[in-house]
């Protein structure tokens, strides 16, 4: 079943919000050679692997940011309702965190889940890791995570890449590279602007897909530099995130199928909705 989605054509609209909870995450079944990930909106996955591994990246499930938007005068009001409750993600892994950023790294998240009983490891770079700790989340539940540093679990294997700030309140941005043992290498890029160092310093680990943030209104990659970058890496899958939650902040995902098809890798497009699920394999 998963061989036949993973060559499915590209779709042509995105699939409709799904609630998510885990234990349909729990009880999916991960065929070898393969990973599958859930989008939870904006930049936020939840990866499983085939030995049963779960991992969260930068889950943002509340709509917390409204606030700070209405300070600084942007519509950060929450668009596409999350797909899964904060207290849902008990039992998971690793919590990947790539900055400190409240839609990344979100205390409305956080709180409920530790509230449920959640007591996973927190992998985040060094900004990052400072305010898990001000949040109350002990340092015995935390690693700091710089680029080119590993962690694994079970038989998944993160790395830490290079990535490029917004501003000069969070220097430490990294993204994510996830190796699946004898399956798919994930490349999650984070908040960051296109450098070549991006691609240099990825190219090497052969990624199969790339989640790519292509909202360029906050000095991230635009739907043409993600592009670029996708096909300077070769990757056979790209998915596009960070482009659906906040009205001052959204971009329409087709533009980065677009670029890709002037990159003549048009084919590599994958769109799905929050809480839909996507297998992977290696090449």
Not at 135 to 151: A, E, H, R
Not at 167 to 181: E, M
């Amino acid at each position: 079943m998963e061989q036949d989605a993973f060559k499915d054509e590209i779709p042509k609209k995105e699939c409709p919000l799904k609630r998510l909870t885990m234990k349909q995450i729990q009880t999916h079944r991960v065929s070898r050679g393969f990973a599958t990930i859930w989008w939870l909106g904006q930049a936020g996955f939840i990866i499983k692997s085939p030995g049963g591994k779960i991992v969260a990246l930068d889950p943002y499930l509340s709509n917390s940011c409204k606030a700070i938007g209405d300070q600084h005068g942007f519509s950060m009001d929450r668009q596409v309702p999350s797909p899964i409750a904060a207290r849902d993600l008990v039992g998971i892994d690793l919590c990947l965190i790539t900055h400190s950023h409240q839609d990344h790294l979100d205390p409305e998240t956080i709180g409920p889940y530790r509230k449920a009983g959640g007591r996973c490891m927190f992998v985040a770079p060094a900004e990052a890791l400072d305010r898990l700790h001000s949040l109350g989340v002990s340092p015995k539940q935390t690693v700091m995570i710089w680029p080119n540093k590993s962690i694994s679990v079970g038989d998944i294997t993160v790395r830490a890449t290079f990535a490029i700030p917004f501003a000069g309140d969070d220097l430490t941005h990294v993204g994510y590279l996830v190796f699946i043992k004898n399956g798919p290498t994930l490349y999650f890029t984070g908040d960051t602007a296109y450098h070549d160092v991006l691609a240099d310093s990825v190219a090497a680990h052969k990624p199969d897909s790339m989640a790519t943030v292509i909202n360029g209104a906050f000095r991230n990659m635009g739907p043409a530099e993600a592009a670029m970058l996708a096909r300077r890496l070769g990757v056979k899958v790209v998915i596009p995130c960070h482009h659906d939650l906040f009205l001052d902040n959204c971009q329409p995902p087709q533009m980065l199928h677009t670029n890709l098809k002037l990159q003549g890798i048009g084919d590599a497009y994958r769109l799905f909705g929050a809480g839909c699920s996507i297998p992977n394999r290696s090449k």
